[in-house]
């Protein structure tokens, strides 16, 4: 026995260092995620007034995605898809109220295997990091879904209002700084309320960058969902009033500079050839707050809505030596995270449940392309469009806000993206064989849906 422990102490360091190696060698993963960013808005995308500098190389070190959608056309829904790979509806978070609010009993099922979760079974250390908006009550928490370190705020920056809030504060170019009450949560404690939002890019940047340097042993796992451009808009001293754009100008190119202080982090611990960094929004551009809704550039509407202007978004990864630089019109969506990232981790699908994404890494590996597939543009709980390859069926449609009640269309509307991304041109009288072919596609999928209790009514 003397001398089977001697051994084993001999060879424990060994052990020891052999398991280092092996979590070293597994990538870390960390998403950032804009709140309301329109397509329009950055640099790489177009944007001739918002300077982008930290995206734009992001994304000329990286693959940028021309066709990369959020997983819903509101906030609530598409966060849900990203953590569980599947669409909201099948997490009971889709419905007639389209997101939760601070009233709202319901939240992300306890059941429902989260990205953090499958990522921390798998060994990797998990933050989340800005905007949650998935649920306040037990079970449904940060904390209660796989993170093991929370900071940022409960829902959206426009949320628990001041009474007498003025008509219109929220949307306006100086909204109150006191308007909102909203708080600012540690690890499920409110540390700030209400939160003094001119200071929370800086300091959700400061929180990523420390887990960064706590974590450098690796692997871990950050989402950092961001709370602007959302409205009310707020941007710190350094950033007010600098860019061409006012005050969502402002918004985003400090967003921008804080992409850039979390690049910069894992360059310094040497950590950026082993991470993948995928930058992306929740939803296309909130049209209907004006010089404060952002641009959807050539697409058509925004927010809200399931033309393109409501769900196509940026989308870039990044990871210097293993992904090239290059631009893809490969369709891929925020669903395609959570297979991606736990191939790259090893880690095992939850059993028993059905996931709505593809593992990418041929595609950003090594320039394969996907294999075709549908992807439906939900409206709530309603498929409001389906694309198949270029093509794009819509079998009814609603503007985002402000606008009338959805309109059916029979036969429907079908629009062939790579010619007509703004969707001008309305050519299914001469494609009958590929409305055919959607609409198969979407009668397997609704095949593949059952009933779960609803979360967001």
């Not at 920056?157 to 109150?176: C, E, F, H, V």
Request: proline share 8%; with cysteine.
């Amino acid at each position: 026995m003397k001398h089977i422990l001697t051994l084993f102490a001999a060879l424990f360091p060994l052990l020891a260092a052999g398991l280092h190696a092996a979590d070293a060698k597994r990538p870390n993963i960390v998403i950032i995620y804009a709140d309301d960013l329109g397509y329009g808005d950055l640099g790489c995308y177009g944007s001739p007034v918002i300077r982008t500098p930290h995206l734009d190389k992001m994304a000329a070190e990286g693959l940028r995605f021309t066709d990369f959608y959020s997983g819903a056309e509101v906030c609530t829904p598409s966060r849900a898809a990203l953590l569980t790979g599947r669409y909201a509806l099948r997490s009971g978070m889709a419905g007639a109220r389209r997101v939760l609010f601070p009233n709202s009993k319901g939240g992300l099922p306890p059941a429902e295997v989260t990205l953090a979760e499958a990522l921390k079974g798998a060994g990797y250390a998990t933050a989340h990091i800005g905007k949650w908006h998935l649920g306040i009550h037990e079970g449904s928490r940060p904390l209660d879904q796989g993170f093991e370190e929370t900071f940022g705020l409960p829902y959206s920056n426009d949320m628990d209002a001041r009474a007498d809030l003025p008509k219109g504060a929220t949307g306006s170019p100086t909204p109150p700084e006191d308007g909102w009450n909203v708080a600012l949560q540690h690890n499920g404690k409110v540390i700030e309320q209400p939160a003094v939002q001119t200071t929370l890019t800086r300091r959700y940047t400061e929180q990523a960058v420390k887990f960064i340097r706590a974590k450098k042993g690796g692997p871990f796992f950050i989402y950092f969902a961001h709370t602007f451009p959302h409205v009310p808009m707020f941007a710190s001293p350094a950033f007010k009033g600098k860019s061409r754009a006012g005050i969502y100008g402002d918004s985003v190119e400090e967003l921008d500079w804080s992409v850039g202080e979390v690049l910069a982090a894992l360059r310094a611990e040497q950590l950026a050839e082993n991470t993948l960094v995928v930058f992306s929004s929740d939803n296309g551009p909130w049209l209907i707050m004006g010089n404060q809704g952002g641009s959807a550039g050539l697409l058509k509407d925004g927010k809200g809505s399931t033309w393109e202007g409501g769900m196509r978004v940026p989308g870039i990864a990044w990871m210097p030596g293993k992904i090239a630089p290059g631009v893809t019109t490969q369709m891929a969506s925020v669903l395609d995270l959570y297979p991606t990232a736990l191939a790259l981790a090893g880690a095992a699908a939850p059993k028993d449940t059905l996931l709505d994404g593809t593992d990418l890494r041929p595609l950003l590996f090594e320039r394969k392309p996907l294999p075709e597939r549908p992807f439906f543009y939900y409206r709530g709980e309603q498929i409001f469009a389906c694309r198949l390859g270029e093509w794009k069926a819509h079998f009814q449609s609603q503007t985002g806000y402000g606008g009338p009640k959805a309109e059916p269309h029979d036969p429907p509307l079908l629009f062939h993206l790579g010619l007509d991304p703004s969707e001008k041109r309305n050519v299914a009288a001469a494609h009958a064989d590929v409305l055919a072919r959607i609409q198969a596609a979407v009668e397997a999928h609704r095949a593949t849906v059952k009933a779960v209790p609803q979360q967001l009514n």
